[in-house]
Nanobody, 131 residues
Framework: QLQLAESGGEVVQAGGSLVLSCAASGYTTGTYCMAWFRQSPGEEREGVASLNEPKWNRYYTAYADSVKDRFIISLDDRKNALYLKMNRLDVEDSGIYYC?????????????????????WGQGTQVTVSS
């Protein structure tokens, strides 16, 4: 059973950077797609980034167009921790950020960033970008 717990959300000024962490208890290489999602009030949950690790230290990452070249998703296998480094933050990036895990995409594939494909979710962490 995989358990996820996010941390790191806070208030940050536009243009700044922030790193979110997700402790992934029970994570095993080659078993899960890992991803970050976000949700703003009145909006649907939006996929931000995904990571597939079919083998130790081999990663396939994917990003939503809105965050490409600004956000970086990464995984520390030794700590079983997923990260989201967010750069050049904009007020539009505000929302609750969720860590999620779903079935692995296979040995040479990227993980789709669609909420319905993910089974395990953390409780979320609030990110507020002020102008």
């Amino acid at each position: 059973q995989l358990q996820l717990a996010e941390s790191g959300g806070e208030v940050v000024q536009a243009g700044g950077s922030l790193v979110l962490s997700c402790a992934a208890s029970g994570y095993t290489t080659g078993t899960y797609c890992m991803a970050w999602f976000r949700q703003s009030p009145g909006e649907e949950r939006e996929g931000v980034a995904s990571l597939n690790e079919p083998k130790w230290n081999r990663y396939y990452t994917a990003y939503a167009d809105s965050v490409k070249d600004r956000f970086i998703i990464s995984l520390d296998d030794r700590k079983n921790a997923l990260y989201l480094k967010m750069n050049r933050l904009d007020v539009e990036d505000s929302g609750i950020y969720y860590c999620a895990a779903g079935r692995s995409a296979g040995p040479k594939s990227y993980c789709e960033i669609s909420p319905q494909l993910y089974t395990y979710w953390g409780q979320g962490t609030q990110v507020t970008v002020s102008s």
